[in-house]
């Protein structure tokens, strides 16, 4: 059974965050949203968010950095967890308004949660959704 604090992240109840962009909009950054995709598969790992800092530091240290919005600081993936992405290409969409950064995994995954064997996993999108009558539920 998951503790409160991971509850969320690891919980069988579905608790989907519709508020979510209008808590990335009172963080006090101007940010674009940030997909990061696995550059050998294809696979998104997770959606983040990037400031003109977060942008600038990629492309500098060849790694992904982000802006995390829940803690209103830079984040620089994997400094802390060694879970580090490799910069491969960042891509800007038609209307400038989203970024697309390719990255290859150095080691482990890319979710800060783990799977059944303690391994950091390869995507944050570990859970399906599925509808259930009137329902929604993780499948």
């Known amino acids: ?72 600081e830079l984040w620089h993936k994997g400094a802390t967890s060694g879970d580090v992405l490799d910069l491969v290409d960042v891509a800007v969409n038609c209307e400038q308004n989203s970024l697309l950064y390719r990255l290859r995994p150095a080691r482990g995954g890319a979710c800060h949660t783990k799977d059944t064997d303690g391994n950091s996993r390869h995507t944050c999108y570990y859970r399906l959704i599925t509808e259930s009558g009137t329902d929604l539920r993780f499948r």
Do not use: H
């Open 1 to 72: 059974m998951p503790t409160e604090m991971n509850a969320l992240e690891e919980g069988t109840e579905l608790t989907l965050d519709f508020d979510k962009l209008s808590k990335v909009g009172a963080c006090g950054q101007a940010v674009l949203p940030v997909v990061l995709q696995n550059a050998d598969t294809g696979e998104v790992l997770y959606i983040g968010y990037a400031n003109e800092l977060a942008l600038r530091e990629t492309l500098r240290l060849r790694q992904a950095v982000l802006w995390s919005t829940s803690r209103n």
